[in-house]
């Protein structure tokens, strides 16, 4: 198969499911309803993350078939994303209490690393340092943290949907540069299924993503983060910096209610996109904003750090000071009053 018809196929598949799943979700009464923790103030369809990840996990196969994908890879995307993904779509069905969804969570990122072979050695200031087991600790718990902050940032119409198709279309100009080619695709066809949820989700969203979907997101951006550290070190850090918003906004804010002895399990909005929205009364200006962000900042800089013009450590702190400064200015992780 043409890969390009591959794209479009993706996309249209994921526009059409999320169809489908809107109708569904109105048909059920699956309805996000505003309280006093939400950022929005009208009841919306949930649950339509679905989409993504079916568009996402057809299409991943095929990528095998056709030569673009080591079965490794697949197997960790697979195995990991859908573990999510169920564990998700049922807690948007129900409740499952977070000490299990946690440890399905635990089991998903386990496996995504044994197909993966682990944390290769990463690049620090220039040198090569395997890490070991307290690499692959450190790589399991980053897994588990982006499916969770990817959940975290899903909050304001568009947000979630934009980052991850800005950092998928970051990272395939990556692997273009590098050059990895054969690399450049699975981020692109996880950005299509999500551009064709994304119609549906622009400001004023007609359908919410859900935690199938949002989670699924996260960890299949963490696999693809640590898969390109297998390539070349110096990717690893790209990925980080081309995450860089998510990542600041949502490790601030649980650091902050940690210190402030909160209950970080409860639901609340005090991330910096919230109060952001809150106080612009837009969610369109902040997902604008963090996509220029993305844009006209981090991409550039993951690009600097993996041609190796700079470390990317040093790379990761250029692009975070001012992200953390945002967190700052918008209070992250502060009371929403």
């Not at 990556?174 to 699975?186: F, I, N, R, S």
């Not at 997101?217 to 980080?240: D, F, Q």
Request: aromatic share 12%; hydrophobic share 55%; proline share 4%.
């Amino acid at each position: 198969m043409n890969v390009w018809l591959l794209l479009l196929l993706v996309f249209a598949v994921s526009w059409g499911l999320t169809l489908v799943l809107r109708r569904y979700a109105l048909a059920k009464s699956l309805m996000d309803i505003p309280n006093e923790r939400s950022s929005h103030s009208i009841p919306t369809p949930r649950g339509g993350g679905v989409a993504i990840v079916i568009a996402f996990v057809v299409a991943v196969p095929i990528l095998w078939g056709i030569g673009l994908l080591a079965p490794a890879q697949m197997y960790g995307l697979l195995c990991s994303g859908l573990i999510v993904a169920v564990i998700g779509f049922a807690d948007d069905h129900g409740h499952i209490a977070a000490r299990w969804r946690l440890l399905g969570h635990f089991i998903a990122a386990g496996l995504a690393l044994f197909y993966l072979g682990g944390l290769p050695p990463i690049s620090v200031f220039g040198a090569l340092v395997d890490l070991g087991w307290l690499g692959n600790i450190l790589a399991l718990i980053y897994l588990v943290w982006m499916l969770n902050l990817y959940n975290f940032m899903d909050g304001i119409d568009g947000l979630a949907s934009a980052e991850a198709v800005c950092v998928c279309l970051g990272g395939a100009l990556l692997y273009w540069q590098a050059p990895h080619h054969e690399l450049v695709w699975t981020p692109l066809i996880l950005a299509s299924a999500v551009a064709g949820f994304l119609c549906w989700n622009l400001p004023p969203a007609r359908i919410f993503m859900g935690d199938a979907g949002s989670g699924f997101l996260g960890i299949i951006l963490g696999v693809l983060t640590l898969n390109a550290s297998w390539e070349n070190p110096k990717l690893l850090w790209s990925w980080v910096i081309l995450l860089g918003v998510f990542m600041v906004d949502a490790t601030f804010t649980l650091c902050r209610r940690l210190l402030q002895r909160q209950k970080v399990y409860q639901a609340h909005r005090s991330h910096a996109y919230q109060h952001a929205a809150q106080q612009f009364r837009s969610h369109k200006r902040v997902t604008v904003t963090v996509v220029a962000i993305n844009v006209a900042w981090l991409m550039p800089i993951s690009m600097l750090v993996a041609n190796g013009e700079f470390s990317g450590l040093l790379g990761v702190l250029i692009a975070y000071v001012p992200l953390i400064a945002l967190a700052f200015y918008f209070k992250a992780g502060a009371v929403s009053v």
